[in-house]
């Protein structure tokens, strides 16, 4: 570790790992040409130079630092009436799990930062107009409860683009300290939020600031249930604070009931283990955006009360004119996705065990894709879905025909049906012989079998072949 001279003029990359022994690397500073530098488990690291009163990089554009659990100063000298570290060329810097790490070095040409920490120490001084001026891309994780935001400067105009918060309860406190800082992010495009306990509502105020947002990430948010409530109901929600939102995805959040405002602009959802989401598309007509409404009746009743028109709303009338993707996996609570839009291209539905009504007149469709979805029983007010080229049901035991089979299904490649056991294939066969045989592919093998997870059932022998093996007469 002594001895660099050889590399100091070309290396460009270097990485330590798990060196338990070493303390110090005198000669660093020599290093001309690095340009890349991650130091991982380095135990009894405590600088990055111990004989240097300052050092700097000059090439160097990545730092990496992880589990340097001693290090607690960039150069020996620091904080010693003297001492600086400087990255004039330094682009990403990651720091993991320093914990006695507290000071940040000159870094001009910063873009990226993530900092994983305990203590909400690093993460605090990086939102600073010295480094929030300069950055377009942060991602915090931080466990700190008590941690609370100090602003130095109100008038923050911040180049950033995404930002990833993981924890980081300090940003979702309701404080005017708080409130500011969000007003920093007009350019804002990509906002990931992650295991925050702290999020119980959809921040509206939030939202209100962030001019330029398009995608939006929601994931392990257990606290987080949806709108504000006042004197008990929902708070009114405005339908226009995010009028570039493109994307949303929601994971994970499984007290969440329902969702913010939808402006016009959404164009994909994702939705997947929200157990108490359960909602229906209603156009707010004041607004021109669609909100989320929680369905008081229980399911059976919802179903038996319910009748589904036929759907006739053009694409430019429609209040969600542009979705063109919905994704939605083991809602356990959902019940019914009644008038979906008519610019849909694709549509997953995924171990939704309450759903019984999907509706909407989708000619545009390409993509259909049904499973494990027990009560619903028909998608026939779907329409005839000219443009469907993949369709795939399985594991849908109630589920009684095929959508489209009354259209020419003039653009199918692909179909596949399995362990439906109450669908009727017949209008599928009369109508469809000939062009069931010109797929690409088709899987009608398994179409009327019951789902063999379920295991056999005393009074159907026909299931018993599951459970004695060999069994083949029925």
């Known amino acids: 570790m002594k001895d660099l001279s050889l590399l100091q003029k070309h290396l460009t990359e ?10 110090e690397f005198p000669q660093f500073n020599h290093l001309e040409a690095l340009q890349i530098l991650h130091l991982v488990r380095l135990d009894k690291l405590q600088s990055l130079c111990s004989n240097e009163a300052s ?4 090439k160097l554009k990545e730092l990496k630092l992880h589990n340097l659990k001693n290090m607690e100063r960039w150069v020996a000298t620091e904080g010693r009436g003297g001492g600086e570290v400087t990255f004039p060329q330094l682009e990403n810097l990651v720091i993991c799990c320093c914990p006695k790490l507290v000071t940040l070095p000159q870094t001009p040409n910063l873009k990226f930062v993530e900092f994983t920490e305990e203590k909400a120490q690093l993460s605090l001084l990086i939102l600073t107009y010295r480094y929030m001026s300069l950055l377009s891309k942060i991602k915090l994780e931080v466990g700190d409860k008590e941690a609370a935001l100090e ?4 008038n923050v105009e911040s180049p950033l683009l995404q930002l990833t918060l993981f924890g980081c309860k300090f940003f979702f406190f309701t404080s005017p300290t708080q409130s ?14 992650l295991s925050c306990d702290a999020l119980i509502y959809w921040p509206e105020d939030v939202f209100g600031s962030l001019a330029s947002w398009k995608h939006l990430y929601v994931r392990w948010c257990h606290n987080l249930v949806g709108p504000a409530l006042v004197n008990g109901e929902p708070a009114p929600t405005r339908g226009r604070v995010l009028q570039r939102l493109n994307s949303l995805n929601v994971l994970s959040c499984d007290r969440l009931e329902a969702l913010f405002d939808l402006p016009p ?12 989401l359960k909602f229906t598309w209603e156009e707010d007509a004041e607004s021109n955006s669609v909100h989320v409404e929680q369905l008081g009746a229980s399911t059976l009743e919802y179903c038996a009360s319910t009748s589904v028109p036929k759907q006739s709303l053009e694409r430019k009338n429609h209040p969600l004119p542009c979705l063109e993707l919905i994704e939605i996996d ?4 959902l019940v019914a996705l009644p008038n979906l839009p008519p610019a849909l291209k694709s549509l997953r539905i995924i171990s939704c065990s309450e759903l019984c009504s999907v509706s909407g007149q989708l000619d545009a469709l390409n993509y259909l894709y049904i499973s494990g979805c027990n009560k619903l029983r028909s998608l026939d007010s779907l329409g005839h879905l000219p443009s469907l080229e993949r369709l795939s049901l399985e594991w849908c035991k109630c589920l009684t025909s095929v959508p489209g089979a009354l259209g020419s299904y003039s653009a199918l490649q692909r179909l596949t049906v399995k362990y439906c056991p109450a669908i009727d294939m017949n209008p599928l066969y009369k109508r469809h012989q000939q062009r069931l045989e010109s ?9 009327h079998s019951r789902n063999p997870r379920e295991g056999p059932k005393l009074k159907d022998p026909k299931t018993w072949k599951y459970a004695i093996p060999g069994h083949r007469r029925y």
């Open 14 to 23: 270097l990485h330590l790992v798990r060196l338990e022994m070493c303390e």
């Open 55 to 58: 050092l700097t990089f000059l």
């Open 151 to 154: 602003l130095d400067d109100e």
């Open 180 to 193: 500011t800082i969000w007003t920093w992010f007009g350019k804002l495009v990509s906002l990931d939020i």
């Open 265 to 276: 602009s959404i164009t994909e959802i994702h939705i997947a283990h929200c157990d108490s």
């Open 330 to 333: 083991a809602c356990r609570s």
């Open 439 to 447: 797929l690409e592919e088709r899987d009608l093998s398994h179409a």
